[in-house]
C-alpha cells in the first residue's frame, strides 16, 4: 500500500483495494467478452447485435478507469494487465465458437449477469468497511450494468 492522508483505516482499505482489484478483473475480462461478441456476431440482427455488443464494451471500459483509479485513490496498484486479468478473472470463459446473435446474446448476457452479481454483494462489503465513495461507485456500475443487461436481453425476449 502506497502512503496516503485517505482516512479510512489501513486495514480497510487494503480489502477494499483486493475487492476491487478482483473486480477489475472481472470488469477487463468482460470488456473483452463484450468485444469478442461484437467483432464475431453474425445473422439477421447483425447490425444491431453489433453496435450493441460495442456499446456494452464502451461502457464497461470507462468502469474499468473508475474502478481502477479508485484502488490507487485508496493507496493501492490497480492491477490491470492482461496476465493478470487472465489469472484473476472469475468469470467464465466465452465460447470462441458461436457466431449466432442469439448465442452471443446468452453468453454475454451471463457474463454481464455474473459480473453484476459480485458488484451488487461488494456494495455491501464497501458498506461494512465505511468507504460510502466506494459503494457509491459500485451502485453506479450496478445500475448501469442492469440498464445495458436489459439492452442485451430484450433480444430474445418476446
Do not use: C
Not at 54 to 67: F, G, K, S
Not at 81 to 87: E, P
Not at 96 to 119: P, Q, Y
Request: charged letters at 25%; a negative charge.
Amino acid at each position: 500500500m502506497h502512503q496516503t492522508k485517505n482516512d479510512l483505516a489501513k486495514e480497510n482499505r487494503e480489502k477494499l483495494v483486493e475487492m476491487l482489484n478482483a473486480r477489475l478483473a472481472d470488469a477487463i475480462d468482460l470488456k473483452t467478452q463484450a468485444k469478442q461478441a461484437h467483432w464475431n456476431v453474425k445473422g439477421s440482427h447483425f447490425i444491431g447485435l453489433h453496435e450493441l455488443f460495442d456499446q456494452v464494451a464502451t461502457a464497461v471500459e470507462a468502469d474499468v478507469d473508475l474502478i481502477a483509479e479508485r484502488v490507487t485513490a485508496l493507496g493501492g496498484t490497480a492491477l490491470g494487465t492482461a496476465r493478470v486479468v487472465a489469472q484473476k478473472s472469475s468469470l467464465a470463459e466465452y465460447p470462441l465458437e458461436i457466431v449466432d446473435g442469439t448465442s452471443h446474446v446468452d453468453a454475454l448476457s451471463t457474463a454481464m449477469a455474473d459480473f453484476n452479481k459480485r458488484v451488487r454483494a461488494n456494495i455491501d462489503d464497501a458498506d461494512e468497511a465505511g468507504d460510502a465513495n466506494t459503494a457509491d461507485l459500485l451502485t453506479g456500475i450496478s445500475r448501469e450494468m442492469d440498464k445495458l443487461l436489459w439492452f442485451v436481453e430484450a433480444h430474445v425476449q418476446a
